[in-house]
């Protein structure tokens, strides 16, 4: 029988949208994704935008948020200037947990909006620095309605700090009281601790007598298993089963018991 081969034609390539098309319909994206919280696809979607208009700020911005949004400091650092976004420069740092570098710039005596000082808080809190993270969180409380979304996280962050701030006044105290810890005088009574050079000295185990029991009978399985291979009535001959290493049950020349296979007839 003769085959008849078709031969189809490719189809030509669709020319490209013009960027007067293309831009409003890739921000349309980007906004339906950033509203969905899509936000490795919004990535993507403002860098193609970024390809066709690299000089807007508000891409660039968008690109930061996107990536600090995903975790991803290193990239974000690398695409800030700091003179421009100096606030997402030093928020990347603290993430990094360069607590240093964060802190030159929040210090900084132009840096007085709210972010600045919800960020410098949070460097004090982990700085160790608990009453000034206190001080600074009841400000940002006082001028905030008691229904908004910034008003539980901050509650949040000052119930933290408070909680640190007082087990580090006199918490850890009662916990030091609740430990079953000996005098003073008797501390001072008990040996000091090895030296670093220290050697244990040999033990000598000729005297030490171990139970062989268990060792014992482990063997005796050993040799009775290679006797019986290695015996002239054992069959030289036999194939090495290729599934040995397999469970019984999940091998292909495995069969149900009667009895289970007529349980299983009767379940259906």
């Given amino acids: 029988m003769i085959e008849k081969t078709v031969k189809y034609k490719k189809s030509a390539p669709k020319p490209e949208n013009d960027s007067s098309v293309r831009i409003p319909a890739l921000f349309k994206s980007l906004y339906q994704q950033i509203l969905n919280s899509h936000y490795q696809n919004a990535l993507k979607t403002t860098n193609k935008l970024l390809r066709l208009d690299n000089r807007s700020d508000e891409l660039i911005k968008t690109r930061i948020f996107l990536l600090l949004q995903l975790d991803c400091f290193d990239l974000a650092l690398d ?89 580090h006044k006199h918490g850890y105290i009662d916990a030091m009281e609740t430990l079953d810890i000996p005098p003073l ?39 009775k298993r290679i006797h019986a291979m290695h015996s002239k009535h054992a069959n030289k001959n036999t194939p090495i089963d290729p599934e040995r290493w397999i469970p019984m049950r999940e091998r292909s020349y495995y069969r149900k018991p009667r009895q289970q296979m007529s349980i299983n007839h009767k379940r259906r």
Wanted: hydrophobic content about 30%; overall charge neutral.
């Fill in 185 to 223: 005088d008797v501390l001072e009574k008990n040996p000091g601790p090895f030296p670093e050079n220290y050697k244990a000295p040999a033990v000598d185990i000729s005297s030490v007598t171990v139970s062989h029991g268990k060792s014992t009978k482990l063997n005796k399985q050993k040799k």
């Fill in 79 to 167: 695409s800030l200037q700091q003179s421009k976004f100096s606030f997402e420069w030093a928020y990347s740092e603290y993430r990094r947990k360069n607590e240093k570098a964060a802190e030159n710039v929040v210090e900084n005596p132009s840096n007085t909006s709210r972010k600045w000082l919800i960020l410098k808080a949070q460097l004090l809190y982990r700085q160790g620095d608990y009453q000034g993270a206190v001080d600074l969180y009841q400000s940002l409380l006082s001028d905030l309605s008691g229904d908004s979304e910034e008003y539980a996280d901050i509650s949040t962050n000052l119930k933290a700090s408070k909680e640190c701030l007082d087990f």
